[in-house]
């Protein structure tokens, strides 16, 4: 399974890093009592913007993955969708389109999210974090696209 990536959900967001709290540091994952850890596949995403907000297309090479990721998304369907984009396991920056209706269609291999908005400023804030997560993915960041907060898949471009 080296299409499948392993990652602590209770490490996500940058409040577990100890980041602007002096003297804290992260534990070691052989140290964390409890991990919550999850497998997610890991997938090629093409971001572009589209009118009234943004689509998000994810594919896997791998069945399994797509399935995965398929399954997940029906699941998770109508949840808020965010965006995360790490480098070296360290968080970069963070869009939580928590002004847009998102949508997720299968397609083969894969799922197309789109993340839409009827109000003009709301498709401008959308298509925003498009580019910035579209900059930071082709300067060699990895995604990783939540629905409700659940890791969907992690990406990369």
């Known amino acids: 399974m080296d299409t499948m990536m392993t990652m602590d959900r209770g490490m996500m967001g940058s409040a577990n890093t100890g980041m602007g709290m002096p003297g804290m540091t992260m534990p070691s994952m052989n140290s964390m ?46 949840a808020m969708c965010s965006m ?5 396991g360290m968080p970069v920056c963070c869009c939580a389109l928590t002004m847009a209706n998102c949508k997720c269609e299968t397609m083969d291999g894969g799922v197309m999210m789109t993340c839409t908005s009827g109000d003009m400023d709301a498709c401008m804030m959308i298509q925003a974090c498009c580019d910035c997560m579209s ?21 990369t471009k």
């Open 33 to 78: 009592p409890g991990m919550n850890m999850m497998m997610m596949p890991r997938c090629t995403m093409m971001m572009e913007k589209c009118e009234g907000g943004m689509k998000m297309m994810c594919r896997c090479d791998d069945e399994m993955g797509a399935q995965m990721m398929q399954s997940m998304c029906a699941m998770m369907e109508g």
């Open 84 to 88: 995360l984009c790490m480098m070296n």
């Open 135 to 155: 900059s930071t993915m082709n300067a060699g960041c990895m995604c990783c696209v939540m629905l409700g907060g659940m890791p969907i898949c992690c990406c």
